[in-house]
């Protein structure tokens, strides 16, 4: 059985019966059915359709915004800016898939030769419940356009969403059976991944998770995607503009209610600016409004899950043991749901969960370094590298660092990192490998065809 609790009073608000072996065996069956027409049609068939799922995302914006912070506790505000990205990345493929996959001729030889682009089959979708609609959209749009089928297993907390998001595509046109929801534990996934008509798999989520998902595609040779955990450094150098940086880091560590792969986790101060930094972030941190999520004014809600929630107490506590200095926060309020408030450490220090992992949460770390060159070793000290970002006033010196000296996927100059349908997305080491959006992200999911004519 699957539950959808409401993270702000632990309520059950629904349970879902899992599908059995037969049932899941017999949507594969009726994806790859619709699969098999759908590679037959031409972009022009697609294009329109997949305009028109935009127009359905922009819709029922309000309702998927209710229905994230019933679920994960997503403040509706940020939900309805969600669904407004997920009508954009449906808007740029349906605009520019034809253009990404037509043919390439390459010069050889031959009287003809080009690189041809053709869809794989069915591809299943693993994904997490922090951006439970933008997650399978960066994902869906690209998949469909290139003429692929999807089947999504989403996060068991959030399986109204993955149902919502299947009925957009149905609303939209789509073919009924060209993309599903698997109403599934975990437990199943090694079993559809093995299905012989899944062709490949994308998973957005833990480390863990992403390793399992590799040992079992690897073993059955399907391709796979992973765009896993993050522990993004913001570097601040000491000609920082720290009017633009300090809100810029804080909004960062406080998207999603802190949630986000790329959000700012470790804030990286040159020794020189970092007592005015802190004073600046702690001002800035402590005016966040933490609230019931369908309350306009909320800044932060809940965490998704009260275990989570619990989790990252636990490496707060276990920081603040080892040396680290608690400024804001740092405490779980004496009331029901996943709450937890903006928290500051500093002082951190390797060793420390603050310093070393991920803290999935509304908690940031202030890491102090001795010049440039120190904070750059120490934003490259990390298992992870989905993004980083730097601060500085010279931007030839930060185009610099940012394209030569920090180890990540995606790397900002005065900016907080985030994801952009026009460029790639996803991470380097333990954060994942391939990459989502622009025109490398639906090539992922393409068989890249030579094609010789002597």
């Not at 559809?192 to 992403?210: M, R």
């Not at 059955?220 to 920082?240: N, Q, R, W």
């Not at 802190?278 to 941190?285: L, P, T």
């Not at 989790?311 to 029901?336: F, T, Y």
């Amino acid at each position: 059985m699957l539950q959808s609790i409401n993270p702000t009073n632990d309520e059950v608000i629904r349970e879902y019966e899992e599908l059995t072996e037969q049932e899941i065996a017999s949507v594969l069956q009726k994806s790859q059915t619709a699969f098999e027409q759908w590679r037959e049609t031409d972009f022009s068939h697609r294009a329109p359709l997949m305009k028109k799922a935009a127009e359905v995302l922009r819709d029922h914006r309000q309702e998927y915004a209710e229905l994230m912070a019933r679920e994960m506790g997503k403040p509706v505000l940020g939900g309805r800016s969600e669904v407004e990205k997920c009508a954009w990345v449906c808007e740029y493929y349906a605009e520019h898939a034809e253009s990404f996959l037509a043919d390439q001729p390459i010069e050889t030889d031959a009287s003809n030769s080009f690189v041809a682009f053709q869809p794989l089959g069915v591809v299943l979708a693993v994904m997490p419940w922090n951006f439970p609609f933008w997650q399978v959209f960066r994902f869906a749009a690209p998949g469909l356009m290139a003429g692929n089928a999807g089947v999504l297993k989403h996060a068991s907390n959030v399986t109204g969403c993955a149902l919502a998001i299947e009925e957009v595509f149905r609303e939209a046109g789509f073919p009924e059976h060209l993309f599903r929801t698997l109403k599934i534990s975990s437990s199943k996934v090694g079993r559809v991944i093995e299905h012989p008509i899944v062709k490949a798999v994308t998973l957005t989520g833990s480390v863990p998770a992403g390793k399992a998902v590799a040992q079992k595609a690897g073993s059955v040779l399907k391709k796979t995607v992973l765009e896993l955990g993050g522990s993004d450094p913001y570097v601040i150098l000491e000609d920082a503009d720290l009017d633009l940086a300090v809100p810029t880091c804080v909004n960062s560590r406080l998207i999603n209610s802190g949630q986000s792969c790329i959000a700012a986790k470790r804030f990286i101060v040159v020794d020189k600016v970092r007592e005015e930094f802190e004073q600046r972030f702690v001002d800035i941190m402590e005016q966040k409004t933490m609230g019931d999520p369908m309350d306009e004014g909320s800044d932060i809600g809940p965490q998704a899950r009260t275990d989570l929630r619990d989790e990252l107490h636990g490496q707060v506590e276990q920081s603040i043991k080892q040396g680290a200095q608690c400024l804001l926060g740092g405490k779980i309020p004496g009331q029901k749901g996943a709450w937890y408030p903006p928290t500051v450490l500093a002082n951190v220090k390797p060793g420390m969960p603050a310093y070393g992992e991920e803290l999935f949460g509304p908690v940031a770390s202030i890491i102090t370094a001795k010049d440039e060159d120190d904070a750059i070793r120490i934003a490259n000290d990390s298992r992870f590298g989905l993004g980083a970002a730097v601060f500085t006033r010279d931007a030839e010196k930060g185009t610099h660092i940012a394209a030569e000296k920090l180890q990540a996927g995606c790397c900002f100059v005065n900016s907080l990192v985030k994801s952009d349908p026009r460029l790639p997305f996803g991470g380097i080491r333990e954060s994942g490998y391939g990459r989502e959006l622009s025109h490398f992200g639906i090539k992922e999911f393409v068989n890249i065809k030579t094609v010789y004519v002597k």
